[in-house]
């Protein structure tokens, strides 16, 4: 007789584990990932370990003449942006009131919102938190932490609220804030609160000249002052 062998057959077909190399190479692999996803959490959250905050001089700006008006601790969080999240885009936003309306609710802690500046319809500019922190003013936590918001007085109902110093002013500010962090200067990364994802805002509205605001930002940007450091700034506001 010959020697019987053992044959894999359709209805008991041959199993195919996992070895044990494999096992421990997805093991290595996904304790390689998980720890480099930890390493970037921690790198962003470094200002919430004990003793470590990030040196800064109150009143400081990040705008040439602008005033520094402090939001309320409660409407924005420190962050160490550009280091933990890229600045990508600018988000245009409309108070729905005025220039005095805009400092008081930001400065309200119960309010939970703020953005980085607010443009007067004068061109006078308040910067409220600090470019490198995260500015509770999206709606929307990936671009609150990508992006700074610029409110500007007024109605978006009201074309007279959009000034020629307003849009001067506004321009200047954000072809700075391109100069900063290398954004470029389009439609795709300057946006509106009604292009955020997610939101129910409707800022800047129907009679914000979009092409006449990106033509200046562009002529602005083109300013070799741009690059220059920013200038002493007003007064900052004395905390009541």
């Not at 019987?4 to 421990?24: H, I, S, W």
């Not at 601790?73 to 600045?87: G, S, T």
């Not at 954000?174 to 100069?179: P, S, V």
């Not at 954004?183 to 009604?194: A, K, L, T, W, Y």
Request: proline share 5%; aromatic share 8%.
């Amino acid at each position: 007789m010959g020697e019987e062998t053992e044959k894999a057959t359709p209805e008991k077909p041959r199993r195919r584990g996992v070895d044990r190399r494999t096992l421990l190479i997805g093991g290595a692999a996904a304790a390689v990932g998980s720890a480099l996803l930890a390493k970037d959490e921690l790198g962003r959250l470094w200002w919430r370990l004990p003793g470590v905050v990030k040196k800064r001089k109150e009143g400081e700006v990040d705008a040439r003449g602008a005033q520094w008006i402090a939001a309320s601790d409660y409407n924005w969080r420190r962050a160490d942006r550009p280091d933990d999240y890229e600045i990508d885009r600018v988000v245009i936003h409309v108070v729905q009131g005025g220039y005095a309306t805009a400092l008081r609710v930001f400065k309200d802690p119960a309010h939970g919102a703020a953005a980085h500046y607010v443009v007067r319809k004068d061109g006078h500019i308040a910067q409220m938190i600090r470019e490198l922190d995260v500015a509770f003013h999206a709606g929307n936590k990936s671009y609150n932490e990508r992006s700074i918001g610029i409110e500007h007085e007024g109605f978006v109902d009201k074309k007279s609220s959009f000034t020629d110093a307003m849009y001067a002013a506004s321009a200047r500010l954000t072809a700075g804030i391109c100069e900063r962090y290398g954004i470029p200067v389009d439609r795709e990364h300057i946006v509106g609160h009604v292009e955020v994802p997610g939101t129910d805002h409707t800022d800047p509205g129907p009679y914000w000249d979009w092409d006449r605001y990106i033509r200046l930002v562009r002529t602005e940007r083109n300013r070799p002052e741009q690059s220059a450091k920013p200038k002493k700034p007003e007064k900052p506001e004395k905390k009541a």
